[in-house]
């Protein structure tokens, strides 16, 4: 803020209302049908913002600040990118609950990326089990298989270890039964869970979809960079920002 009203040669005061004034551009795109990624990004904890990008336009859609990441949010910008006259095809997603009740019925494709950061959190980058070591290893290959050939390999890890994930271990001061390998099982459940999305691509080939969030990724970085440069500004005053850097 002191570096705008050093350039203008005006008070903050004057630059903080200027602002205010500052009615946010909105993207012309005409409607169309469309492939989509959703994300939403925050700045802190308290202010983010969802996003409707088109990779194939290169365009951000719609979008709504929003204090959490809720299934609310992602109703609205479906709605109004809607309401717009524009037909979800298909959207490429990371991955949270939120994303698979709001678009149901639409191809949802599962991001790569995000899929594999899910097991890095399960197993680390260097499991010691050989368990954990095969489930991460078939992980990454999932940029370069097919669904059948991966789901046949994933099925084959359950059988060699479905004995060893069903052991359990006792405490005695709790006086209870848990699951031994718990991160391993939940690094499997999440490519179960997961399975039916992650090579939607393939099955609609005809719609290019992407099979990562590469696209609103760089976007986001873009937009805290920005916020990072102009710290201090009110919650509207960087909404009109924001909205000001996405829709370019």
């Known amino acids: ?21 500052v009615v946010p551009s909105q993207p012309q795109n005409p409607p169309q049908p469309v492939v989509v990624v959703a994300d939403m990004t925050f700045d802190r904890r308290t202010f983010g913002v969802c996003v409707l990008r088109s990779p194939h336009l290169k ?25 717009q006259g524009f037909t979800v095809q298909a959207v490429v997603v990371d991955g949270r609950a939120a994303h698979f009740q709001v678009f149901r019925g639409i191809p949802i494709q599962m991001c790569h990326f995000h899929q594999i950061a899910i097991l890095t959190r399960y197993l680390t980058t260097r ?83 992407p099979n990562t969030t590469n696209s609103l990724d760089g976007t986001f970085s873009n937009v805290k960079t920005l916020l990072r440069i102009h710290r201090g500004l009110n919650r509207e005053t960087k909404a009109k920002l924001i909205g000001e850097i996405l829709s370019k």
């Open 127 to 209: 499991p010691h089990l050989s368990a954990g070591k095969e489930l991460r290893s078939l992980g990454f290959t999932l940029t370069h298989t097919t669904e059948v050939i991966f789901q046949q390999q994933l099925w084959e890890w359950h059988q060699r270890w479905e004995t060893f994930l069903k052991e359990k271990t006792y405490t005695p001061e709790t006086k209870h039964w848990f699951y031994t390998h718990r991160r391993i099982r939940g690094a499997y459940r999440s490519l179960m869970v997961h399975l039916p999305y992650l090579f939607t691509y393939q099955r609609f080939p005809e719609l290019m979809i």
């Open 1 to 21: 803020m002191d570096q705008l009203a050093s350039q203008h040669q005006r008070s903050e005061r004057w630059i903080r209302t200027q602002l205010k004034q």
């Open 59 to 83: 365009k951000n859609l719609v979008w709504r600040v929003s204090e959490r990441e809720t299934s609310v949010v992602y109703q609205e910008c479906l709605q109004a990118l809607q309401q």
